[in-house]
Nanobody
Framework: QVQLVESGGGSVQSGGSLRLSCVAS????????MAWFRQAPGKEREWVAH???????SFANSVRGRFSISRDNPENTVHLQMNSLAPEDTAIYYC??????????????????WGQGTQVTVSS
């Protein structure tokens, strides 16, 4: 059974950092494209970043240069390191798995598996 469990969220001040973790079970995360999305109150879920099976990473323009994504294959975990956080980064952050080793799109509909989310709150 595929499961994704996020952790690491919390409350920080503007300019701070957080590292989110997504622990995968029921499959090998290194075999798939793994992505992070976020959803702020009243807004649609938006793609943040992903890492494909071959290690290729991509980032939304809004986080490029501030966020990084990495894998810990022995722990079957994907991390999202978030630096220079700003109030507009406040959202619930979700981990997601694609159907295949690459991410064909950043549309949430192409990701069949999701975690429960972890709240990130950034105060000014």
């Amino acid at each position: 059974q595929v499961q994704l469990v996020e952790s690491g969220g919390g409350s920080v001040q503007s300019g701070g950092s957080l590292r989110l973790s997504c622990v995968a079970s029921g499959f090998s995360a290194s075999d798939y494209c793994m992505a992070w999305f976020r959803q702020a109150p009243g807004k649609e879920r938006e793609w943040v970043a992903h890492v494909e099976s071959d290690g290729t990473t991509s980032f939304a323009n809004s986080v490029r240069g501030r966020f990084s994504i990495s894998r810990d294959n022995p722990e079957n975990t994907v991390h999202l390191q978030m630096n220079s956080l700003a109030p507009e980064d406040t959202a619930i952050y979700y981990c997601a798995r694609s159907r295949v080793w690459y991410c064909s799109a950043s549309n949430p509909s192409v990701f069949p598996y999701w975690g429960q989310g972890t709240q990130v709150t950034v105060s000014s």
